[in-house]
């Protein structure tokens, strides 16, 4: 939509409506499939209009559209707006029917007012964990779940569901033979099961970014700067990832030593740079610029850094 001329997308989405009353209308997109049914639709169609406004307005703002810019921070501000004065519950830190999804979309898209995070943030944990961390959501909360518990300060919580087994769960999946994604958290289905089904793929992308910790600097885009934040989870004693940026391969391993503290190894392409910050990393604690090269780092059982080379 933002390239030579993005009125072609403000049109439409003119014709959606600007007014509250019409910024929160039903979408048409089904939620398929949580273990409960269409769960959660509604909710889930308008926080997604609200975070592709905001995506949208951020890309005019880099291929200098000033004035688009402003059109979809200004949409995207007005959809935020709605949904949280028709769905949130401010004392009660719940959106709607307090579902995973009508949760999770929130926080994932930037719709929750920063004071209602954590409030929201810990019903989301809750509700996960009243599930036996199971996932009990669709293509739209599949997207959010992970993301929305790690980047809110419940990665422990996020990866008990990533590593699940039991139905519902993607390793579930891994258990009952499948190799690739399928439609339907089950598997004995007929009918409404690809196999070649991608918009349950928000798994793989949590593996670089939630656990792995490789996340983007949207102040230096296409991986200029990148931003190192893992999650080291307990019953975990290595990891090895590797990904190719525009700059060439990132490459990172960390192994837990005997004495519970962390050695961090990574090597960062020519070109780029990396600021560390491990997710559990107490607030004092200053996060570290890494220039392109090796190195490697030590951490305590607290995660805290004790030694850099």
Not at 89 to 110: C, D, F, H, R, V
Request: proline residues 4%; charged residues 25%; positive net charge.
């Amino acid at each position: 939509m933002v390239c030579r001329d993005a009125r072609t997308g403000r049109r439409h989405i003119t014709s959606e409506g600007n007014e509250n009353s019409r910024i929160v209308q039903q979408g048409g997109c089904r939620h398929a499939r949580s273990r409960g049914g269409v769960r959660g639709l509604c909710r889930g169609v308008r926080a997604y209009r609200g975070g592709g406004r905001r995506i949208l307005a951020k890309a005019a703002r880099l291929f200098g559209y000033a004035e688009d810019a402003s059109y979809y921070n200004t949409l995207a501000q007005k959809i935020k707006e709605a949904i949280n004065t028709s769905f949130l519950n401010k004392e009660t830190g719940i959106y709607a029917e307090g579902t995973q999804t009508e949760l999770a979309m929130p926080l994932y898209w930037g719709i929750v007012p920063e004071e209602d995070k954590k409030k929201v943030a810990a019903r989301l944990h809750e509700l996960v964990e009243k599930d036996d961390y199971h996932l009990d959501v669709g293509l739209l909360g599949s997207k959010a779940l992970l993301s929305a518990l790690s980047d809110n300060g419940y990665a422990e919580t996020a990866y008990k569901v990533a590593s699940q087994d039991t139905y519902p769960s993607w390793g579930y999946w891994i258990k009952q033979g499948a190799t690739t994604l399928h439609e339907n958290w089950r598997t004995d289905v007929v009918i409404d099961n690809s196999y070649n089904h991608i918009m349950f793929g928000e798994i793989g992308a949590w593996l670089y970014k939630g656990l792995g910790g490789i996340q983007i600097d949207e102040k230096h885009p296409g991986f200029k700067h990148i931003l190192l934040k893992p999650f080291f989870p307990a019953d975990m004693n290595e990891l090895t990832i590797r990904y190719n940026t525009p700059y060439g391969w990132l490459n990172i391993n960390w192994v837990r030593q005997t004495n519970d503290c962390i050695r961090y190894t990574i090597d960062i392409p020519a070109g780029t740079s990396a600021t560390f910050v491990p997710f559990t990393m107490p607030e004092p604690q200053k996060s570290i610029t890494l220039q392109a090269g090796k190195h490697s780092l030590e951490l305590d059982f607290i995660h805290q850094l004790i030694n850099q080379r």
